[in-house]
T-cell receptor
Framework: DAGVIQSPRHEVTEMGQEVTLRCKPI?????LFWYRQTMMRGLELLIY????????DSGMPEDRFSAKMPNASFSTLKIQPSEPRDSAVYFC?????????????FGPGTRLLVL | GQSLEQPSEVTAVEGAIVQINCTYQ??????LSWYQQHDGGAPTFLSY????GLEETGRFSSFLSRSDSYGYLLLQELQMKDSASYFC??????????FGTGTRLKVLA
């Protein structure tokens, strides 16, 4: 199994630009999470999808953030416009709802730097 | 509010045993997980406790006491490759995980 795939792995952009992060969950997993990790705030849940439907987006910091999951094998997290305080590592994670549901599998992350 | 507390840093020598504690105050509780994260890497799952007691997986063990809102991760026969950050995480609902701030483990030769 390829694991959770994220792209790009690194992104450097200027303030005001649109940023799109991509995630391909593990095949067969029906739950997908987007997290943000910073030194100050640790690992924070941004949004949770179940069966491609956004269930909880209460962690999305502002309207500048949006996420979609058009099908079971693809999700995007978009920041528009980006700001320097959005600089962080963004992780996508997936899990099954069957046996072993308690285990989240994290992707390698996207390291975002907004100048 | 939700809070998890764990030590910020722990240092031990190769071959030793180390215990990383986690206390939590959360509005709900399904279970306590532990994740390992190497510098520049992704968190990887280590263990999950839903019930009181000790779970053993190779060199790693995890303990939970629900009445004390407390758990720990025990690492035995420490190896250099165990140098990483370790996060406890409480599942407060079917999907909501609250992560601790992490404990940085340094293993010395």
């Amino acid at each position: 199994d390829a694991g959770v795939i994220q792209s790009p792995r690194h992104e450097v952009t200027e303030m005001g630009q649109e940023v799109t992060l991509r995630c391909k969950p593990i095949s067969g997993h029906n739950s997908l999470f987007w997290y943000r990790q910073t030194m100050m705030r640790g690992l924070e849940l941004l949004i949770y999808f179940n069966n491609n439907v956004p269930i909880d987006d209460s962690g999305m910091p502002e309207d500048r953030f949006s996420a979609k999951m058009p099908n079971a094998s693809f999700s995007t997290l978009k920041i528009q416009p980006s700001e320097p305080r959005d600089s962080a590592v963004y992780f996508c994670a997936s899990r099954t709802s069957d046996r072993g549901w308690e285990t989240q599998y994290f992707g390698p992350g996207t390291r975002l730097l907004v100048l | 509010g939700q809070s998890l507390e764990q030590p910020s840093e722990v240092t031990a020598v190769e071959g030793a045993i180390v215990q990383i504690n986690c206390t939590y105050q959360t509005s709900g509780f399904y279970g306590l997980s532990w994740y390992q994260q190497h510098d520049g890497g992704a968190p990887t799952f280590l263990s999950y406790n839903a019930l009181d007691g000790l779970e053993e997986t190779g060199r790693f063990s995890s303990f939970l006491s629900r009445s004390d809102s407390y758990g720990y991760l025990l690492l035995q026969e420490l190896q250099m490759k165990d140098s990483a950050s370790y996060f406890c995480a409480v599942t407060i609902g079917t999907y909501k995980y609250i992560f601790g701030t992490g404990t940085r483990l340094k293993v010395l030769a």
